[in-house]
């Protein structure tokens, strides 16, 4: 079975300190892996995704993530937050062989002045 | 090129009505997802098609169906409408798995 979670329903920094957005995943096959970021009101959009190629994956407004197999983790990392990263963060894995994407329950993020 | 567009943005419908939801994907993507999001239960799947078939569904009841076009633009539809299907549909195009999905600004469903 697949899942994933996503290990902070909040997460509040300050504007220009390094932000880390934690998941972790469960998939039966090599799984393809997503994190999308939500604005209020806003659609969902693609920060970055990793589908097996390297293992650190660099997405827009300077955000990367970095596939562990041996912890099967994927979390989200930006090293200086401004103040329009505040937004809910979702990881998704979508596993090869067809199976449904599966979203985490969501990382609001804060950022504080 | 153009986003994945949505219509209605917003909709307000009375409980036993059907609604209909319209999705256009981007262009030459011809994989279409549909997902509900509410705050209780987050988001979860509803169903995808690719090339007109539905390729997968989520755990949804039948008053949930979709369906694809051969321009690849989607509709998915409610009937028998409840208070619980308040949500904001969100829908998705792909080229295909494991590619990244672009999503829409989703329709507002309330029902009363």
């Known amino acids: 079975a697949q899942s994933v979670t996503q290990l902070d329903s909040h997460v509040s920094v300050s504007e220009g300190t390094p932000v880390l957005l934690r998941c972790n995943y469960s998939s039966s096959y090599s799984p393809s892996l997503f994190w999308y970021v939500q604005h209020p009101n806003k659609g969902l959009q693609l920060l970055l995704k990793y589908t097996s190629a390297a293992t650190l994956v660099k997405g827009i407004n300077g955000f990367e993530a970095e596939f562990k197999k041996s912890e099967t983790s994927f979390h989200l990392t930006k090293p200086s937050a401004h103040m329009s990263d505040a937004a809910e963060y979702f990881c998704v894995v979508s596993p090869d062989g067809g199976f449904k994407t599966i979203f985490g329950a969501g990382t609001r993020l804060f950022v504080k002045a | 090129k153009a986003g994945v567009t949505q219509t209605p943005r917003y909709l307000i419908k009375t409980r036993g009505q059907q609604v209909t939801l319209s999705c256009s994907p981007i262009s030459g993507h011809r994989s279409v997802s549909w997902y509900q999001q509410t705050p209780g239960q987050g988001l979860q799947f509803l169903f995808e098609?690719?090339?007109?078939?539905?390729?997968n569904k989520g755990n949804f009841p039948g008053r949930f169906s979709g369906r694809q076009f051969s321009n690849s633009r989607s509709e998915m539809n409610v009937s028998t409408l409840e208070l619980g299907d308040s949500a904001l549909y969100l829908c998705?195009?792909?080229?295909?798995?494991?590619?990244?999905?672009?999503f829409g600004q989703g329709t507002r469903l309330t029902v009363v």
């Open positions: 098609y690719f090339s007109e078939t539905q390729r």
């Open positions: 998705a195009s792909s080229l295909d798995r494991g590619t990244g999905a672009f």
